[in-house]
């Protein structure tokens, strides 16, 4: 657990952060959000002493971290930064190693431990272990620096605007990763971002902040729902009801008896044809999705292999614990009323479509309530 009591830093006349109180419990994400120069980077950087604060305590699982030496306390703590600081001379191997190795770890653990970590982050150790970071993507250097940073299996992971310095594809794509991560291994973080779409997305917790001040510090849901102030209710933006949906997980509301047939079983089509459904999906002898079948041109005699729509499911279909965001931009994107959602290697789950998402929003929006009369003229010096 992190507990910050009265926390301030001063530069001079200058007030970066004043009376900051909260707390992140035990495995939550807590994402510190809010203008430029508002006092969030700081924040972070102050719970690992790279910046000093003028006053107040913070706690790490009750110990107050002036109680050690800075060095020792940042060893038991994963940083990653927007802009990765991959060592270039290192191999990625190499770079993942780095805190094991200061803190006297086995040569046979550590190349355990940088397995198991680049598997997690979804990176082949065979291939890249030995590469170096100039041969990665963005992306890729991205996913390296997170498992640098879970390397010594951190009780608490720092993130600095992580994902910032990639496009907004890969930016989803590492997200996602971060999130599927999180719900395995359960670390307490604290995340800096200014976007707030990836707040909503990835906070247990969000730490609205203005001019130093903490204005809200609210799950998600509440700040959408019940903003404080003016400046939560704006900053948080009108379209409030579309990013709840990225707080809902597909597999929340998705319709698990989706129609399907095998690839090769002729009756199984036959019968498709004759049901009531114009389309079904259709997957392969492992139930990975190979596509969709028209089932009208089937009755109409067309041959079931010509009114099959084969696609590559990565392009088509949702990945379960996805948002229902993210599923109504690929509706939109594909110009269907529904889409397929499948599991990490593409077997097909279930099914969501746009009824769905429409009746979530809707149930959302009866939650929302504008900011009062009194908080609304609420501002902060």
Not at 7 to 15: A, E, I, L, N, W
Not at 204 to 220: C, F, I, S
Not at 315 to 330: D, I, M
Not at 344 to 369: N, Q
Request: aromatic share 4%; proline share 4%; with cysteine.
């Amino acid at each position: 657990m992190i507990r910050l009591e009265g926390v301030t830093k001063r530069y001079g006349d200058t007030v970066a952060v004043d009376d900051l109180t909260l707390e992140v419990p035990s495995g939550e994400v807590c994402v510190l959000i809010g203008p430029s120069g508002c006092g969030k980077t700081t924040t972070l950087r102050m719970i690992n002493r790279l910046v000093e604060p003028t006053s107040g305590r913070i706690e790490v699982d009750g110990s107050d971290i002036m109680s050690a030496s800075a060095v020792e306390l940042r060893r038991h703590i994963g940083y990653a930064i927007q802009s990765v600081g991959l060592f270039p001379h290192l191999t990625v191997a190499g770079n993942i190693a780095t805190v094991p190795k200061l803190l006297g770890w086995k040569r046979e653990r550590i190349e355990r431990r940088v397995a198991e970590l680049l598997d997690l982050v979804g990176l082949d150790p065979a291939e890249y272990g030995t590469k170096y970071p100039r041969q990665l993507s963005g992306g890729e250097a991205q996913r390296i620096g997170v498992a640098r940073a879970l390397a010594a299996d951190p009780p608490l992971l720092l993130m600095d605007e992580p994902f910032g310095a990639v496009d907004p594809l890969t930016r989803e794509r590492l997200q996602a990763e971060f999130a599927r991560i999180q719900r395995e291994l359960r670390k307490t973080v604290i995340f800096v971002t200014h976007d707030v779409d990836e707040a909503i997305r990835l906070a247990d917790r969000v730490a609205l902040m203005r001019d130093g001040r903490l204005q809200q510090y609210e799950t998600p849901e509440a700040l959408i729902d019940h903003p404080a102030n003016k400046f939560v209710h704006d900053f948080m933006g009108a379209d409030r009801a579309l990013k709840r949906l990225g707080r809902v997980s597909v597999d929340d509301v998705m319709r698990a008896e989706a129609p399907m047939i095998r690839d090769s079983d002729a009756e199984d089509i036959m019968r498709a044809a004759c049901g009531s459904m114009r389309f079904v999906y259709v997957v392969d002898a492992e139930g990975v999705l190979l596509g969709w079948m028209d089932c009208v041109d089937v009755a109409g005699g067309v041959h079931p292999d010509e009114a099959i729509t084969r696609i590559a499911w990565r392009e088509a279909a949702v990945q379960s614990g996805s948002s229902l965001k993210e599923a109504l931009s690929l509706m939109l994107a594909l110009g269907f009323r529904s889409v397929a959602v499948v599991d990490g290697r593409g077997a097909l789950l279930g099914e969501i479509g746009l009824a769905d998402i429409e009746s979530t929003m809707t149930a959302g929006d009866s939650h929302m309530a504008q900011p009062t009369e009194e908080s609304a003229g609420e501002e902060s010096s």
